[in-house]
């Protein structure tokens, strides 16, 4: 069998695994136009920071890969021709395919604005964004951040480790709306205030203004701010253009059913670019987790290597660093819209908007827990700070634990949440172990 | 036992990294090497965690540098069931 993976994301490097468990005869071909291959782009944000140097992004599994028997081509793919089994490259070859994994993922939507096309406006969808962002970070004293969610944050915290003065904007009236609630935005806007970021709200950039470099931005309320660089973080879309092409079904990813497969037999789709039918719910969504998108990939190369294996989506979870504060996400969260977001964000799941039964919270200095109950389980949680919490969680919410014998307790006035959860998760786990 | 013990204090730490070793949430992690490269002795632990081993290598230090380092939380130390009845 000869297997086409596009894409060298952890979707693509998961389902070369996969397909290498199963069929160790087979041709792996694997093409991708970022420049610098497969590492951890979450870890983009870190680099930033200057937590890890570039380099340490790549994986120094170079043993394994090898291993792993894949033809790696550079290059961008122009078009699928699902008649003739066989993908185009800008170069002029192409290459056949018996089985074709689509595992290109999302770019950053763009910011539409007039000036948006000036050098010193800069989003981060890959490796070189990020050192376009620290070129311009060391020389400029001043950046405007546009943007709802997990990347716009960390655009903001990149510019405050290095010493760049930050106007943070949001459109609506606090941080994040659609997956935390307004206690939850206030602690990481307060936390963004101590270290010097400037919040601004109801705010809205209608033009960057400058010439041949970024001199300010035009608010729609008529403020002009003065800065270097605007750097924008409003969503993000799956990339779309070959499979609308190809003529595979699409709606706002690429639609695949339980194992994967798009509406073209043998051509699959995994990770940011896949929408993905959930028989649980019932239809088909987007997750922009890393997580799934490894499960994704892995579980697609099953299925092209003729393991049949339905993809079973996990319990959404991320974790992620809210101005120095560590948050896990949960499953459901149940939030609806976020003005400072277009459609899905980096680091985002849909399941997360689905409402609770209710929701109950407990908060401390800077820790916070809040969980969402349905009427026997916990259907999601938020735990900001302290992670001790965070795995019991984790594993009582993906087991769907059923939680009736405490939920009264739970939902009683000034109830102790985070001990009454303690106290169950140690009878819980002793139980299942 | 008593919540605050479950959770670890620094007494059960000293326990811990006497007869323990680093053990991966792995779906926390997204490979990004801030734990190799804080590593002193240069372990691959991003490696482990990609496989969802827990780090067994003869010469981990359990010095912690890549749990406290890691910025979502994947590592942590556990005991190992060897020493857990002398330990407990």
Known sequence: ?433 | MAIKDLFGTSSTRRRVLASGHVVPDAARCVQCGICSYNCPIEIDVRAHVWRGEAIVHSQCLTCGECVARCPRGVLRFERTDLFAGKAG
């Open chain 1, 1 to 433: 069998m000869k297997y086409v993976i596009i894409g060298t994301g952890v979707a693509g490097i998961a389902a070369i695994e996969a397909i290498r468990s199963v069929d160790t005869a087979g041709e792996i071909t694997v093409v991708g136009d970022d420049p610098h291959g497969f590492y951890s782009r979450p870890g983009l944000a870190y680099y930033l920071t200057g937590e890890v140097p570039d380099k340490q992004l790549f994986p120094q599994m170079a043993e394994e890969f090898r291993k792993l028997r894949f033809h790696y081509i550079k290059g961008h793919v122009t078009r699928i021709l699902p008649a003739a089994s066989r993908v185009d490259l800008q170069d002029g070859s192409s290459v056949t395919y018996g089985r074709l994994l689509l595992a290109i993922g999302a770019s950053a939507t763009p910011l539409t604005v007039p000036g948006a096309q000036l050098p010193g406006v800069v989003k981060l969808d890959h490796l070189d964004d990020a050192r376009q962002i620290l070129k311009f970070a060391r020389r400029g004293k001043t950046a405007v951040v546009v943007g709802g969610g997990i990347t716009a944050l960390e655009l903001t915290e990149a510019f405050v480790a290095r010493g760049v003065k930050v106007h943070y904007l949001l459109r609506g009236d606090r941080y994040w709306s659609n997956v935390l609630d307004a206690q939850e935005s206030r602690i990481i806007e307060n936390r963004l205030r101590e270290e010097g970021v400037q919040l601004h709200f109801h705010a809205e950039v209608i033009e960057v203004q400058g010439q041949n470099s970024v001199k300010s931005v035009r608010l729609l309320d008529g403020r002009v701010l003065r800065c270097d660089m605007v750097a924008y973080a409003i969503g993000i879309q799956p990339r779309l253009g070959l499979a609308r092409e190809a003529g595979l079904a699409v709606d706002r990813g690429v639609l695949v059913n339980q194992f994967l497969e798009s509406s073209v037999p043998g051509i699959y789709a995994a990770g940011d670019v896949a929408q993905v039918y959930d028989p649980v719910a019932g239809r088909s969504v987007l997750d922009s987790l890393w997580g799934p998108a490894r499960d994704q990939g892995y579980t697609a190369g099953l299925n092209m290597a003729g393991r049949i294996k339905a993809y079973h989506k996990s319990v959404p979870f991320n974790v992620t660093r809210l101005a120095g504060l560590t948050t896990t996400i949960i499953g459901a969260v149940g939030h609806g819209r976020d003005d400072d977001l277009v459609g899905i964000a980096r680091g985002d799941s849909e399941t997360w908007r689905e409402l609770p039964h209710a929701m109950i919270a407990q908060s401390g200095e800077v820790n916070r827990l809040r969980l969402l109950i349905g009427e026997r389980t916990l259907v999601g949680a938020i735990v900001m700070g302290d992670q001790k919490l965070s795995m019991p969680l984790e594993k009582m919410i993906g087991n769907g634990a059923d939680v009736s014998s405490i939920r009264d307790q739970l939902l009683a006035p000034g109830a102790l949440i985070a001990e009454i959860v303690s106290t169950y998760w140690l009878e819980w786990s002793r139980q299942h172990a």
